[in-house]
């Protein structure tokens, strides 16, 4: 049975950062690439960054390049999520998912993620 368990979320000031964890476990982790996902109230879910299996390779939404860091480690069975200069508009649910098939690469739509997180929620203030 695969899990994922998310943490790290609150609530900041805008501007501020975040460091999200997602923990692993029921699968060779280390064979899968891994995302994140986020949806506001309203909203559907989308894509946010996904990080291949060794971690070599990371691919990241237009809003957020160059203010988030998806990074993992293999040996932890853990991925991350480093947001910093976060503005209100990030304000959603958070979540982790592990890819459906395994040694694929890119894995970017919700289709393409087999198990997911519970999430965990980040509120940006202004």
């Known amino acids: 049975q695969v899990q994922l368990v998310e943490s790290g979320g609150g609530l900041v000031q805008a501007g501020g950062s975040l460091r999200l964890s997602c923990a692993a476990s029921g699968r060779t982790f280390s064979d899968y690439a891994m995302g994140w996902f986020r949806q506001a109230p309203g909203k559907e879910r989308e894509f946010v960054a996904a990080?291949?299996?060794?971690?070599?390779?990371?691919y990241y939404a237009d809003s957020v390049k160059g203010r988030f860091t998806i990074s993992r480690d293999n040996a932890k069975n853990t991925v991350y999520l480093q947001m910093n200069s976060l503005e209100p508009d990030y304000t959603a649910v958070y979540y982790c998912?592990?890819?459906?098939?395994?040694?694929?690469?890119?894995?970017?739509?919700?289709?393409?993620?087999?198990?997911w997180g519970q999430g965990t929620q980040v509120t940006v203030s202004s």
């Open positions: 998912a592990v890819a459906l098939k395994p040694f694929t690469w890119p894995v970017l739509t919700t289709r393409e993620y087999a198990y």
């Open positions: 990080i291949s299996r060794s971690g070599g390779s990371t």
